[in-house]
């Protein structure tokens, strides 16, 4: 069985030393969960320029989230690494504010059949776990894959994954980074798909992020078949029913989280039309909300 202790010291350090998966003594669910939001909520204004890093960084503090994941493509010259002065400048007004840095995360493929091709997904991997720990934050999200290459069969591509991972995820324990592996419904589609890649992993620094919205046939099972492995989260206003999109019952997602005393960051992540300021508003309150009713 694979060992999640390093897992533990980086969450347990990353929210005062309150270990992730244990008992902390503490019966009440929001004293265990940090309400986060993910940065592609804004996707629209922050690639048009009408929201920067700095204006969602205030949104953030003043509706009460306690951390961001602020994925790479939102800093200028992606997939290059910002500078240590832009990086200190954002640390800096984000301490100021009150808003901690959960994670960042990149867009890699570790599916890729070209080996040259696959150094390079690697080497971005590795760039940003730089920058992550540079940042302050807990986790670098990735990804497993866009899917299965021409020729080869899932469990050859997953054996390629998994040792891609883990080469990341011994890179990343020197920065004390944990990896978190998002199911994006492309090469990881189903909680079986995670848990058989997961069973390939031999590193420890590694995780998973939980996309609700990416379980397309039974959602509430699959999170809590593969909640053992969670470091993080992609919490989304819907998720599928048997392909049928379906509005969220967040409370049975944070009676999911209490009933397995998960500890950490709980990401929102809000898509769709209108006003994102307004949107991403509702859904913490229905987070908030639910938490609090979650005793």
């Not at 009460?64 to 800096?92: H, V, W």
């Not at 090469?187 to 031999?202: G, H, S, W």
Request: glycine share 8%.
């Amino acid at each position: 069985m694979r060992s999640f202790g390093f897992n533990v010291l980086v969450l347990g350090l990353a929210l005062g030393n309150m270990a992730f998966g244990q008992s902390s003594g503490v019966s009440d669910i929001r004293d265990r969960i940090k309400i986060t939001l993910n940065l592609y909520s804004f996707n629209t204004p922050l690639n048009k320029g009408e929201e920067t890093l700095e204006s969602v960084i205030d949104y953030c503090s003043e509706i009460g989230f306690a951390a961001i994941d602020a994925t790479g493509y939102y800093f200028k010259g992606y997939p290059a690494t910002p500078s240590d002065e832009y990086i200190n400048r954002l640390k800096y007004r984000a301490f100021r504010k009150g808003v901690q840095f959960a994670g960042t995360g990149v867009r890699n493929d570790f599916t890729l059949s070209d080996a040259d091709s696959l150094a390079k997904e690697k080497q971005l991997v590795k760039d940003w776990v730089v920058v992550a720990a540079k940042l302050g934050a807990s986790t670098l999200r990735i990804f497993s894959g866009n899917g299965v290459p021409e020729g080869r069969t899932w469990s050859q591509t997953a054996q390629q994954v998994a040792l891609a991972i883990d080469e990341c995820g011994e890179f990343a324990k020197k920065y004390g980074i944990t990896l978190a592996v998002q199911n994006h419904n492309d090469f990881l589609r189903t909680a079986a798909d995670v848990e058989n890649l997961f069973a390939l992993i031999k590193t420890d620094a590694v995780g998973l992020m939980i996309d609700i919205g990416s379980y397309r046939t039974d959602p509430y099972r699959e999170i809590e078949q593969t909640i053992r492995y969670a470091v993080s989260w992609q919490i989304k206003e819907n998720l599928y029913i048997n392909g049928v999109e379906t509005k969220t019952d967040v409370k049975r997602v944070i009676d999911i989280l209490r009933r397995h005393n998960y500890h950490g960051y709980v990401p929102i992540e809000t898509l769709g039309s209108g006003n994102e300021r307004e949107r991403i508003g509702k859904m913490f309150e229905y987070i908030r909300d639910a938490a609090a009713a979650s005793e």
